[in-house]
């Protein structure tokens, strides 16, 4: 991310617009992590639900079906294009489940009511002050309420990011510094102990955190080879270091394309290309 800009102006931007047209392909490409997410947000029938990030609105709307129309829903987010998605996606995705508002906040230090739950996928890496957003949410929660979230372990774990990032540094004039620490970022909350004595600050007495690895899908097509193209172009136009190469010259971004399509096709097989994600999986409460 350029220097200077706000987590606002990030996912308002360029990303944001970006996230929202690959809206399908992201939630495709984390459906296993999305049900383990769920598998332990301990979610029950009135609930009422906050989601923490809620981008385009995946886990809202997985939320508002899980708990029935007694309960309710809230998806937070900065970004103004996720949410037009997420809003467009209710009425035929949520139908007879429990109502969903999406609102523009930033989670770090609104005021969204009470709830029994709150969850996030992915969407906690990103406040400026992430212990005074903690404690926020802490407060937001009901006596007995629980938060439970999916953040990344480290780049080098989650082979998805680091194999084609691998073979684009290479060919790169310059490689890019490692992100300060403690700053907003994908790849934040690697290591456990300090996330968990974040929790801890923030007020939460009981705090879990589970490592969770899946095998993601990058690429589907009928040959290797269609599958290969999908999983580079989706590498290439999503992934955490898609930056580098669209920041590149042209002829560079053609060798760029090139070598990960040569190290992702080593990873088709049967028609998908498929390449380890690896989560931590916290409950806090
Ligand atoms: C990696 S995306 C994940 C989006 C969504 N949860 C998903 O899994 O598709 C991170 C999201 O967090 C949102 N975000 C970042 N900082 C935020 C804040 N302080 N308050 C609310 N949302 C925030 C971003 O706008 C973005 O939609």
Redesign the pocket.
């Known amino acids: 991310m350029a220097g200077g800009v706000t ?2 102006e ?3 931007g360029e990303v ?1 617009v970006r ?1 929202a047209r690959s ?1 399908a392909v ?2 495709a490409m ?1 459906v296993p992590l ?1 049900e383990a997410l769920f598998a332990r947000a301990p979610l029950a029938p009135g609930d009422r639900v906050l ?9 809202t709307l997985e939320a508002a079906r899980r708990i029935g129309p007694g309960g309710a829903v809230t998806g ?4 103004a294009p ?2 037009a998605v997420a809003r467009s996606r209710v009425a035929a995705e949520a139908p007879g489940a429990a109502p969903v508002v999406f609102v523009e ?6 005021d969204l009511g009470h709830f029994e739950n709150a969850l ?9 002050d992430s212990g005074r ?1 903690f404690a926020n949410l802490r407060r937001m929660l009901k006596p007995g309420g629980r938060l439970t979230f ?1 953040c990344w372990r480290p780049l080098s774990e989650n082979l998805w990011v680091s194999v084609p990032r691998d073979a684009v540094l290479p060919l790169l004039p310059e490689i890019p510094p490692p992100p300060q620490p403690d700053t ?1 970022g ?1 790849f934040r909350f690697a290591d456990a102990d300090p996330l968990v004595a974040l929790l801890r600050g923030a007020g939460f007495a009981s705090v879990t955190c589970d490592a969770l690895d899946r095998d993601i899908v990058l690429g589907q097509g009928e040959t290797d080879a269609a599958a290969t193209a999908t999983a580079t172009h989706v590498s290439l136009d999503l992934g955490p270091n898609s930056h580098l190469v669209r920041e590149a010259a042209p002829d560079l971004r053609m060798q760029a394309e090139a070598a990960v399509t040569e190290v992702l096709r080593r990873h088709a097989q049967g028609g998908t290309v498929s390449l380890r994600a690896a989560c931590w999986l916290v409950q806090a409460g």
């Not at 906040?105 to 609104?110: G, L, R």
């Open positions: 987590q606002t990030y996912w308002n944001g996230w809206q992201l939630d984390f999305t989601d923490i990030g809620c981008g385009a609105g995946a886990t937070a987010d900065i970004s996720l949410l906040a930033d989670v770090e230090q609104a996030s996928r992915f969407g906690v890496m990103f406040f400026s957003a999916l907003p994908p």
